[in-house]
């Protein structure tokens, strides 16, 4: 029973469409996360929601709109794809920080 | 603001031997700091975190990790690496009772070599 699962795992899709990954997880906690991996593995907070609400929301291009319908989902819809928005996409959840995150296996999002 | 820095891209170990892979950290205030594995093709794995007490913390597959608040520092070690430790560890960082983020390192890969 995955604790927290993203959809799709892989995702390969032409530049100027629009698509959405998913995120859900089971394990009751009131903050979820989005970062983003680029090529070099290095790991960049996109959004974060603690019980729906947005409480993070860095540089990150407007055609990026997270939505979080409940608590235990978070789903990330990006708009007008680019090449430079190649990457994978990690959701987390915690339920304070002191324990750490718990993560997602990844969405790897390919433009081409 | 709060920042994480793993000095080496990579680190190459002969199996057996120990391991150790380094992190250093700043914070305006006391930290919790956190070692995460990443292998091939899959999402990050929790391996050890510090919170307060014990500098010496061990985690899971028999790492451990020390915390040096002098030296800012949260190295990661392992007395006798196997081939199946082989994979991108990630030290991240939060600031103790006010951050909303935990913020990572770049990552190191870790080889260990038959």
């Known amino acids: 029973d995955t604790a927290v699962s993203q959809t799709p795992k892989y995702l390969v899709t032409q530049m100027g469409n629009d698509k959405s990954i998913k995120c859900e997880q089971n394990?009751?906690?009131?903050?979820m996360y989005w970062y983003k991996q680029d090529s070099k593995k290095f790991l960049k907070i996109m959004f974060s929601?603690?019980?729906?609400?947005?409480?993070i929301n860095e540089t990150v291009p407007n055609r990026f709109s997270p939505k979080s319908p409940d608590k235990a989902h978070l789903n990330l819809h990006i708009n007008s794809l680019e090449l430079g928005d190649s990457a994978v996409y990690f959701c987390a959840s915690s339920q304070e920080l002191s324990l750490g995150y718990t993560f997602g296996s990844g969405t790897r999002l390919t433009v081409v | 603001a709060q920042s994480v820095a793993q000095p080496e891209d990579q680190v190459n170990v002969a199996e057996g031997n120990p391991l150790t892979v380094k992190c250093t950290y700043s914070v305006s205030g006391n930290p919790y700091l956190f070692w995460y594995v990443q292998y091939p093709n899959r999402g990050l794995q929790f391996l050890l975190k510090?919170?307060?007490?014990?500098?010496l913390v061990k985690g899971s597959y028999g790492f451990e990790a020390e915390f040096n608040k002098s030296q800012t520092s949260f190295h990661l070690k392992k007395p006798s690496a196997l081939v199946s430790d082989s994979a991108l560890y990630f030290c991240?960082?939060?600031?103790?009772?006010?951050?909303?983020?935990?913020?990572f390192g770049s990552g190191t890969q870790l080889t260990v070599l038959p």
């Open positions: 394990l009751g906690h009131d903050t």
């Open positions: 991240a960082v939060t600031l103790r009772g006010s951050a909303r983020q935990l913020t």
């Open positions: 929601y603690n019980n729906k609400e947005l409480i």
């Open positions: 510090y919170i307060t007490g014990d500098n």
